[in-house]
Every structure is written in C-alpha cells, then in structure tokens.
C-alpha cells in the first residue's frame, strides 16, 4: 500500500505577470524538486487549486507527473466545493499516474458530518489509487471530526493530511487511526519533531518549495532519533516561517523566496498580490542575516 514517506512539498503552482499558468516555470520547478525531496502534493492551498479551472489543475497534475518521471511520487489535491467536480479530477489524476490523490473538505459551505461523509465515500469509490482526506479547517471552514474519519477508514479511506496545526488532533490521528492499512501526514513543518516523535513519518512543508535542503535535514534528524539536533533544525525552520510573514501571507513568501533563490521567476494568481520589491528585500536580508542564502 501506498504511504507518504519523507518530505512532500505542497508545491505553489507558477503563473505569468498575466495571470495565466506557466507551465514552463512549472517544469523548471518540478525539475528544481524531484532530486531534493520525496514526493510532491499539488494543487492544493499552496498550489492554488482553488483559483484554477478543473483544465488547468489537470494540467498541473499531467506535467508535474511527467516532469518527475517516475522520480517521486506525486499526490493530487482534488478537493472542490462538490462531488461531481472531484470525482472528475480524481480519475485524471489516476489516469495520468498518480500515486494518490487527497481533497479537502468540501468549502464555501459549512458542511454538517454526513455531507462530509458523503463526499469522501463517492471520492473514495470512484477510483482505484488511495484518497486522502485533507483536513484543513481554516480553508475548509469547519472541523472534520475524528468519528467521521473513523468511519471513512472502514470505507476505504487511506490516511488523512493533517493541516489542523493541532498536535492534540495529531496525535488522536496517530494513536486511533494509523495502522498498516492508515496513513497519517502532517500538514506543516512547523511541528515536525513533535509530530515525529508521536510517529510521523512524512510531513509537507510549504518551505520546501523554495529550500527543501533544511527540510530533508530535519526529517533526517527526526527519523534518527537526534532529537537535540532536530530541535535546533526546528528553531531554525519555525524562524524561517517568520521570514514567511515578511509577505503578505506565506505562499506569496514562497514566490518570492524562489525568485531570490534563482529557482524560477513567477507569479501569484489574482487576486493575490504579489510580494512588493520592498518585501523581497526585507525576506532577502532576513534570509541572508540567517545564513540560508
């Protein structure tokens, strides 16, 4: 069976200063990650799925899989605001080779249980590879209960992707679900070493897209049991998510940290706006000033 293993970047997807998808920088950044890190998870809140046509994210998903050429494995975030939608992505991602493909909760609405139950129960039957269940209630917009996870994985639900920057819920993910049949991801670098030490073995860190190296260390650190080094990496990881908030938000740090790093040069999609120059320059001081470039 399929698991997550390792660092897996929710990798931002690149636009042009007009909006529309560069899938040249797409590539160049897929060929940028797929010897750094263990797996990619795209089009999700970093990937901007939202804010793509069921089209483009097929594109996404067609040239990122074919980008990494076997490399890594790559999941597919196919949450929408509906069944039918999701469905339909989640049998392209199949179609073009994903190992597995994930969905947030169903947004815009407040859904009660059994509207989540349903969703992922039609997701989870409409294709062969294993679904994750992402559970993100700020982008979401409401709590997913560990009850209502029980009862997927008695349907077929392969493991959860824990974005709830809630160790409590982590380690309930941890202690009720995970077996050799559930898989348990966490959704942020931000806890790793606590989440490692409850048994996480895979985490996706939005920092990973612009400086996997630190990211690939930490989870080195954490899977070996050098807890006093790993804590001092996570110091280190959780200062540069302050750098983040340099930006307007951290996905718009990420674009920036790509193009100061010389990575790819791109854009977010409206309306986001991009990091101001006088932005850049602060994370690029603040970045220097931490030794990272």
Not at 208 to 218: H, L
Not at 263 to 268: E, K, Q, R
């Amino acid at each position: 069976m399929f698991r997550m293993k390792g660092v897996v970047p929710p990798m931002i997807t690149p636009f042009t200063a007009e909006g529309e998808l560069d899938v040249p920088g797409l590539r160049k950044l897929v060929q940028f990650l797929r010897d750094r890190v263990d797996g990619l998870f795209i089009c999700g809140s970093y990937g901007a799925g939202a804010l793509m046509t069921l089209e483009e994210r097929k594109t996404v998903a067609e040239v990122t899989i074919e980008e990494v050429a076997g490399k890594i494995p790559v999941v597919v975030m196919v949450g929408t605001t509906n069944n039918r939608d999701s469905i339909e992505l989640a049998k392209h991602a199949e179609k073009a080779g994903a190992a597995a493909v994930a969905a947030v909760g169903p947004y815009y609405f407040k859904h009660n249980m059994l509207d989540v139950e349903e969703f992922y129960t039609d997701l989870i039957e409409s294709v062969r590879i294993p679904v994750y269940l992402y559970d993100n209630p700020g982008f979401q917009g409401y709590e997913i209960s560990i009850e209502t996870v029980q009862k997927l994985k008695a349907k077929g639900l392969a493991g959860v992707k824990d974005a709830t920057f809630d160790i409590l819920k982590y380690a309930k993910y941890e202690r009720l679900l995970k077996d050799e049949n559930f898989d348990v991801a966490l959704g942020t670098e931000a806890m790793w070493l606590s989440a490692r030490v409850l048994g996480c073995e895979a985490y996706i860190p939005g920092i990973a897209n612009a400086f996997p190296e630190i990211c690939k260390k930490m989870y080195q650190e954490g899977m070996e049991g050098r807890y006093e080094e790993c804590r001092t990496t996570q110091f280190q990881v959780n200062k540069m998510r302050d750098i983040m908030y340099l930006a307007k938000s951290t996905q718009l740090a990420i674009y920036a940290m790509l193009e100061i790093r010389g990575i790819v040069t791109c854009y977010p999609r409206k309306p986001f706006v991009p990091a101001s120059e006088q932005e850049k320059e602060n994370i690029r001081a603040a970045l220097k000033e931490q030794g990272m470039i």
